[in-house]
């Protein structure tokens, strides 16, 4: 799987959109960018995947790049219960078989009032 | 309610006993999967399964097994040969269904003195 790059932390004022980048230049082009979130202590959340089109659902929004190096989370309208680290992972999606997810670091998003 | 539930949520040891931390889930899903996870990291994989009575090593299984006799459980045991197992061990699962996202349990917190 691609390796991907995030910022290690990132602020947001509540009520603002929360843009959280990420870089996997080296994206193969049956690779997916998928977003999980942890909310602290807790286990991960899956948020939204994509392939090279933008995709919106009822949590964020994903864009990626044409060249597909490279795309960003958007949260429209971050609350304080946005806060929490977000994950990057670039993966093939492979059907009727375990898919193994690499964890890295992620971006720590901190929501103020 | 669908979901994995892990127990128990906090855990005690003393170094040199064998643990073993427990995951069910009521989502029909084929594959199930343990992540540790460590103070400001990332998630490992540690073991994962895609069928009953079938699993593969992670990326950190030495010190660990597991077993998965039953398609709702996936338990796993912390042996003393693990050298560092304090740390933070999450349960999840996948489905057959595009798009292969992971659910993930809540985790249990395993302190060994």
Avoid at chain 1, 30 to 38: G, L, P, S, T
Avoid at chain 1, 80 to 107: E, N, P, W
Avoid at chain 2, 44 to 67: C, H, M, P, T, W
Wanted: one cysteine or more.
């Amino acid at each position: 799987d691609a390796k991907t790059t995030q910022p290690t932390s990132m602020d947001c004022a509540e009520g603002r959109a929360a843009n959280l980048p990420c870089n996997h230049s080296t994206i193969s082009g049956n690779e997916y960018v998928y977003w999980y979130r942890q909310i602290h202590s807790q286990g991960p959340q899956y948020i939204i995947h994509g392939l090279k089109n933008n995709e919106t659902n009822e949590m964020a929004s994903l864009i990626i790049t044409e060249d597909r190096k490279s795309s960003t989370l958007i949260l429209p309208h971050a609350t304080l219960r946005d806060t929490a680290v977000y994950y990057c992972i670039v993966r093939v999606a492979q059907t009727g078989t375990a898919s193994k997810l690499t964890f890295g670091t992620g971006t720590r998003l901190q929501v103020t009032l | 309610d669908g979901g994995i539930t892990q127990s128990p949520k906090y855990l005690f040891r003393k170094e040199g006993q064998n643990v073993t931390l427990s995951c069910e889930q009521n989502l029909n899903h084929d594959a199930m999967y343990w992540y540790r996870q460590d103070p400001g990291q990332g998630l490992r994989l540690i073991y994962y399964s895609q069928i009953v009575n079938d699993f593969q090593k992670g990326d950190i299984a030495e010190g660990y097994s597991v077993s998965r006799e039953k398609k709702e459980s996936f338990p796993l045991t912390v042996t003393s040969a693990q050298k560092n197992p304090t740390a933070f061990y999450l349960c999840a699962s996948s489905g057959r269904q595009y798009p292969y996202e992971q659910y993930f349990g809540p985790g249990t917190r395993l302190t060994v003195t």
